[in-house]
């Protein structure tokens, strides 16, 4: 049998390794449009920030090690461009010019997320960027490497957008961050945004938020940036307002496509077509809390959905239970935590939630180095469950997250949450968790 | 209506304040036998660590602010002796050394528990210390910095004990540790026990295991402790050999005591008597992953145990879910935490455990300054539940255990937790979060 997969990355080569592994006399070929496979997209904002490490660094395997260790057939600058479900076989052009078909028994496409690109003149000036592969890593590197980069515009206020201005903050740059919507992490408790807000303020970074951009211009050696009631010159532009699934291939070949136009998988990670699976950012997935689709591109739901993936092909049926929205990023000195829903989410998922925010410290009752740890909460009043919770802090937020994403995955009422056994000594926290104390505070208003 | 409690640390405060504010026309009496209520006794080796400290940062509020601003009777110096539960009266003597005799409506017994004092001659000579009240780390601190104290030999090496190890070390004082049992850490994994062992040991800490303590002696200006096989000098002894529940008062009363001596306790917090409650490190709990009862005394289920007694005093009915034995502790710079199970507390409960440890990384791949990270994993062979979790770790150890202690609230497999959403980024963890990695090893031997 001959597993195909279209992307070299998270889904796709975790899906290939896991499959050979399974059956060893599987034929499994990947098919990768760049020359890079297996890398940690996540990492690219903290390699950008130091100018001593090589962007190769995140190379977790090389495509040499694929298919010399493991006998998966990598095909590097393989651009994949069709796919006919009849025929089952994918076409496309490789990177010396070269039409290949390939036949598939089973074919997995994995071709990720590309970075959404602002529909404004001048974004293909030079120094005018986007971060998604890491072509476009290497690419921002060296520009910030061999020009006079002193300041640069980013285009969105999102995490990539924050970890970009982190990361160019520690290379002494001046950052100023523009946004066409009103808020900062308007996901987020307005007094939390705050906090975060601040955070990144006090390094100097100046936040504009409710300028639409409208065009990118030369002006002499720099950039000028136009947007609405606000002009900006700079010697970089980044463009970070988030990303889009590939799936132009799928629904050009009638797969069907969902929400966020995400290809729709069923929880055994199949597309319409029966020998036809998607995985990764490519593809939407089911969200636990609110049990419909959603789109969310994170790098474990993907590697998990590339095993799923791998077991179904070899005869398994791995069913996905979904995900819960657990995200996290570091913004300077802060951890912003996520897991759930926001109020807004889940009063437009039909729940009728209920929210607190409270303060509390890092460590216990006067132990010393304790910061501020802030948890938002939201329960719905209807049935008492846990829906979603948010964390920032100095320290404690990151891992914390993860006793509230378990507990959404238990579908934990918030007393029940309110009741769990979680871990205190006076370096680590106060007796009573953040997320304790913010369990009882949302009891009182269930 | 009278409430008495008796002892005014977590579990006797907490519900003395929480009846009061359920029920500001109830009259709460509060018996304490020192002269210290509600204080943080988890953060006194971090106290008595720093000499610019003052042992009284530790108290989180004062007797004079419950009575005052709470209005509750809070007698300190009063030392309850006997219950006459026929007769409904507590009766004891206080510091003025005056009997006092007091009737209840409903009594909380909360006089948690007392270090346990090696039964060998010289435990009564000067420079022989144990550490459990306020009182006891007053005693400490005043002893360290009055006498020229250069090296301690601190008897046991369970957590107390390992952090008092610690906040000698940080004094800059020789500490040797010993024990009468083999094994370091012996609930633990030999392999993260052996991590734990050389992070004491790189500290300049000598431990011995297997003496066990037969005499101290006075030796000039010193202390000599005999041991087996062993005759060590220092100027200070710490006995930290575990700690055992105070329920004598109950059991002299008639009320039913069960495992470890400790009070037995419904899930409502009540004793065989149907007006006395217990509550805290005085009385049992019920074992959410055994099903079984179990004395574990830590500080969180006091606090918690303490509201569900008031809100029940006050015709609630709060009914406890039990604990999972989440603890955590930090030995210089380690992380040591753990959720539920031993595999030998597991094979002790009937069931089939089956363990893996797994070895990685605290950050993703290629994240600068990621260090180790352990992990072991214990699940039912014959169930497939996941039944207990282990961590070690420079970092990251502390909060993530909450995410298995959450798990084992929900009874999960180790199959569902496997498939849960941890949060993800570069600075705080690998795409597959350790504990999935454990989960996911774990699973292969299910």
Not at 95 to 106: L, P, Q, T, V, W
């Amino acid at each position: 049998m001959h597993f195909v997969v279209i992307g070299g990355d998270a889904a796709g080569m975790s899906a290939a390794s896991r499959a050979k592994r399974n059956k060893p006399d599987l034929t499994v070929t990947v098919l990768e449009r760049s020359m890079d496979v297996s890398y940690s997209a996540c990492g690219m904002p903290y390699n950008i920030a130091d100018p001593d490490r090589d962007m190769d660094d995140l190379v977790v395997r090389h495509a040499k090690v694929f298919r010399e260790k493991q006998g998966i057939d990598v095909l590097t600058g393989h651009y994949a461009r069709a796919i006919d479900p009849a025929a089952k076989t994918v076409s496309g052009i490789n990177s010396e010019g070269k039409n290949f078909e390939i036949h598939y028994d089973r074919l997995l496409i994995a071709t990720g997320a590309s970075a959404i690109i602002p529909d404004i003149p001048g974004m293909d000036l030079p120094g005018v960027m986007a971060l998604k592969s890491l072509e476009d890593g290497r690419k921002i590197k060296t520009f910030l490497e061999t020009k006079p980069v002193r300041k640069v515009i980013i285009i969105g206020m999102g995490y990539i957008a924050l970890e970009m201005c982190e990361a160019l903050r520690y290379r002494n740059i001046n950052v100023v961050m523009v946004k066409s919507r009103p808020g900062f992490l308007p996901w987020m408790d307005e007094d939390m945004a705050h906090v975060v807000q601040d955070e990144v303020q006090s390094h100097d970074v100046r936040l504009c938020t409710g300028h639409a951009a409208e065009r990118i211009e030369l002006s002499g050696d720099r950039l000028k940036a136009v947007f609405s009631f606000l002009t900006l010159e700079a010697d970089m532009v980044l463009a970070a307002v988030g990303v889009k699934p590939n799936s132009g291939i799928a629904a050009n070949a009638g797969i069907k496509t969902g929400i966020s136009h995400a290809i729709d998988v069923d929880r055994g990670l199949r597309t319409s077509d029966k020998n036809i699976f998607a995985a990764g950012d490519c593809a939407d997935a089911f969200h636990l809390v609110t049990g419909r689709k959603t789109w969310i591109p994170l790098a474990l739901r993907a590697n998990r959905a590339g095993w799923a993936v791998a077991d179904n092909v070899c005869g398994g049926n791995v069913q996905s239970d979904g995900i819960v929205g657990t995200a996290v990023f570091k913004v300077f000195d802060l951890e912003v935590a996520r897991s759930g829903l926001s109020t807004a989410e889940a009063s437009a998922a039909g729940f009728d939630p209920v929210s607190v925010t409270i303060k509390t410290n890092s460590r216990a009752h006067a132990h010393p180095g304790a910061t501020d740890i802030w948890v938002q909460m939201t329960g719905d009043k209807k049935s008492g469950r846990l829906i979603g919770a948010q964390m920032v802090g100095r320290e404690g937020a990151a891992h914390r997250i993860n006793a509230a994403a378990v507990a959404l995955h238990a579908r934990m009422s918030v007393e029940q949450f309110a009741q769990t056994d979680l871990a205190y000594a006076p370096p680590f926290g106060p007796v009573w968790d953040p997320l304790l104390t913010a369990a009882n505070q949302l009891l009182k208003k269930l």
